[in-house]
């Protein structure tokens, strides 16, 4: 890990460890984290499976505008964290640091330096191209981070980044309220994200999370396109992952088949 981990924060992070006094525990906190953030950075898989949401997305709005060629104000949606931006080695400073979020995330998001995910540049350049209009909702806060959120997706090539299509977090992090503004002279086609969030209203009871994602089964990959983000989102706060007897407790749930033995 030694060996790896610098690879993703070689970016400059001057303001994280000259502004701030980081206090160190014993165990780093963030353990848990490791292997999903070097996969979001290293894997072939992560991208193939990026690559797949986006190719699924793109075939979806071609038969949208082949079924509806003179429609207008069709919408489609995208997260920006993990859906068209890549912040993992943002994940990797702060296992470095072995501190939590938010550590650090302002001075990120300002310079300007997330990777795209793969296959989103050339996606929303196609929905641009076929005259969907675009709108990026994001929890990225508005007073500290919008110049360096735009400068970022301008500089990788993303379309329609005026102040009518960027809907960034000014008071609460549920994101139904700007969904529904968009709504209100739209019709949203299409949404992509990497949290359930990213879709419809959300929750961090489990048993909500898990039947409602049940009784919606027939709009992923038609309306809602999932990205994968294993690092952070609402799915651990459901489970209560915030410490070693939780994790323990949850794999003892998944092991109990095999009851007290492991024999041959």
Not at 17 to 38: G, H, K
Not at 61 to 78: G, R, S, T, W, Y
Request: charged share 25%; hydrophobic share 40%; glycine share 4%.
């Amino acid at each position: 890990m030694k060996k790896i981990i610098p690879v993703l924060i070689s970016l400059i992070f001057a303001a994280c460890t000259t502004n701030q006094t980081v206090q160190q525990p014993t165990a780093n906190s963030n353990a848990n984290i490791v292997y999903a953030t070097l996969y979001n950075y290293f894997s072939a898989e992560y991208k193939a499976l990026s690559y797949q949401a986006y190719n699924t997305a793109t075939s979806r709005i071609d038969q949208l505008k082949k079924e509806f060629p003179d429609k207008k104000n069709m919408a489609v949606i995208v997260d920006i964290d993990e859906t068209v931006l890549d912040n993992s080695p943002y994940e990797a400073k702060l296992i470095e640091l072995n501190v939590g979020y938010d550590s650090c995330w302002n001075t990120w998001c300002n310079l300007s330096a997330a990777r795209p995910v793969p296959g989103a540049v050339e996606f929303l350049q196609h929905a641009d191209s076929l005259g969907f209009d675009i709108f990026y909702v994001s929890n990225r806060k508005e007073k500290f981070t919008r110049k360096g959120t735009l400068e970022n997706l301008r500089m990788l090539g993303f379309p329609q980044l005026d102040d009518a299509h960027i809907y960034l977090r000014t008071e609460t992090s549920d994101k139904e309220p700007r969904r529904h503004a968009i709504a209100a002279d739209h019709e949203i086609v299409l949404l992509v994200g990497d949290n359930i969030g990213d879709f419809y209203e959300d929750t961090s009871d489990y048993a909500k999370r898990d039947s409602t994602v049940k009784a919606m089964k027939k709009q992923f990959g038609k309306k809602f396109i999932v990205l994968p983000n294993a690092m952070y989102g609402n799915w651990p706060a459901s489970l209560h992952l915030s410490d070693k007897v939780s994790v323990d407790s949850l794999l003892h749930v998944m092991t109990k088949a095999f009851g007290n033995t492991c024999g041959e």
